[in-house]
């Protein structure tokens, strides 16, 4: 028995009047997920906890049979777990954002105009974090670089509860409400402009008419990661696909295989198809178990894209539930299938929210009538199935 979760970041949306009151859900053409939707069962699932905010970090680890309430240390941890740094116990991550602020000479007058400097490529961030790190390193603080806007600073000894900012959660206001009160943290942000500005690297940005990496966002802190090993847990060997180091560093604390997959970008031009291949290959090759992780759907609703959002739903109904699907069918193998997102990502709002998301769940083995034609928040949300643990959700995928 294979078992396969294939989870849209952000994917749930409210209706938009540009797409006639309807979400991007229910104009997508996704002939796959309607149909796991007709012959499944469809319901509801609150992945963030009440209390907890509702980031890819607390909804994923939910999605995944965790409970954050348990395990939860922080983002950037699991994020610098993916990077390959060895925490210690007193240690302090937190995620280093590239971000393009206006130009004010004072950093309270700026305005966040782009939380990833135009989603700035991995090449081009690793000098601007190397220049970063030679100028505000100490025997305390260390810059390590990631993928494309998102990295990490290592505070030893540091601290946490520091209210800090996801900058997404802030596009287009001006940030003087949300800089950091500690003034460390304070300091490192302010002084990172002066470094950045007239960075080689961002002139020639300027020069191609692109958003310059013209500062630094430091949010989503925590210590050391605690996440029970998955196999251990559940008796299955799994493998976890992601673009992001959030989702590869949750499956690396969970002792589950990260498989990359070359083009897997995290937006809109990721490479699809390669993932649905390189899920179905995994089960294929020995996996039970497989969590496929797309982050277009979230970026699309963050940056306000209704159309891309549209088209990244399409493209993971056709290039990776499909091919997964008839794959497994092809070979013989019993599945087990589950769609959802972790959390919605409204266009209007351009960040996260708490709101509880649909799922689909298919077995191959027993078809069902559900009366429910096609994948859908208002649909799954009829069918009288709810979850408010999130957690639970995945208890009830693999067992029920």
């Avoid at 994917?11 to 309807?22: C, P, R, V």
């Avoid at 970090?57 to 990077?83: F, H, Q, W």
């Avoid at 002066?194 to 310059?212: M, S, T, V, W």
């Avoid at 959802?340 to 209007?348: G, S, V, Y």
Wanted: aromatic share 6%; net charge negative; charged share 30%.
């Amino acid at each position: 028995m294979k078992y396969v979760v294939i989870l849209g970041d952000g994917m749930a949306d409210y209706t938009i009047k540009e797409l006639g009151n309807k979400t991007p859900l229910e104009v997508a053409c996704k002939t796959t997920i309607d149909e796991l939707a007709e012959k499944g069962i469809c319901g509801v699932v609150k992945t963030v906890p009440d209390g907890m905010k509702p980031g890819s970090d607390v909804a994923n680890l939910s999605a995944m049979g965790y409970d954050p309430l348990k395990c939860y240390t922080g983002r950037s941890p699991l994020e610098a777990v993916s990077i390959g740094i060895d925490m210690k116990d007193d240690d302090v991550a937190l995620r280093c954002n590239l971000v393009t602020l206006s130009d004010e000479e004072d950093i309270k007058d700026r305005t966040m105009l782009d939380y990833s400097a135009g989603e700035i490529s991995t090449e081009e961030a690793a000098e601007l974090i190397k220049a970063v790190n030679e100028k505000l390193s100490t025997d305390e603080l260390e810059f390590f670089a990631g993928i494309s806007y998102r990295h990490c600073l290592i505070w030893h000894g540091g601290k946490i509860n520091l209210e800090l900012t996801p900058p997404h959660d802030i596009s287009d206001k001006k940030v003087s409400d949300y800089l950091p009160k500690n003034e460390i943290i304070y300091s490192l942000m302010e002084k990172s402009r002066a470094i950045l500005e007239n960075h080689p690297i961002n002139i020639a940005r300027k020069e191609k008419g692109l958003n310059p990496a013209n500062s630094i966002w430091l949010w989503g802190e925590g210590t050391k990661p605690a996440v029970d090993n998955f196999e251990h847990k559940t008796g299955l060997k799994g493998a976890v696909i992601s673009a992001v180091d959030l989702i590869k560093g949750i499956g690396i604390s969970a002792g589950m295989e990260v498989i990359e997959v070359a083009g897997a970008t995290g937006n809109i031009d990721t490479n699809f198809r390669g993932k649905g291949e390189a899920g179905l290959k995994a089960l294929i090759d020995g996996n039970d178990f497989v969590y496929i992780h797309i982050e277009a759907p979230d970026e699309c609703g963050h940056r306000g894209e209704t159309d891309n959002k549209v088209k990244a739903i399409e493209l993971i109904d056709s290039e990776i539930i499909k091919v997964v699907k008839e794959g497994l069918e092809k070979v013989g193998e019993d599945f087990k299938i589950m769609v959802l997102p972790d959390h919605p990502t409204p266009i209007a709002l351009k960040t996260h929210t708490s709101d509880k998301v649909p799922f689909v769940i298919y077995d191959s083995r027993k078809e069902v009538e559900s009366n429910i034609k096609s994948y859908t928040e208002s649909n799954a949300s009829k069918s009288g199935i709810e979850f408010d643990k999130g957690y639970e959700l995945m208890n009830y995928f693999l067992n029920n």
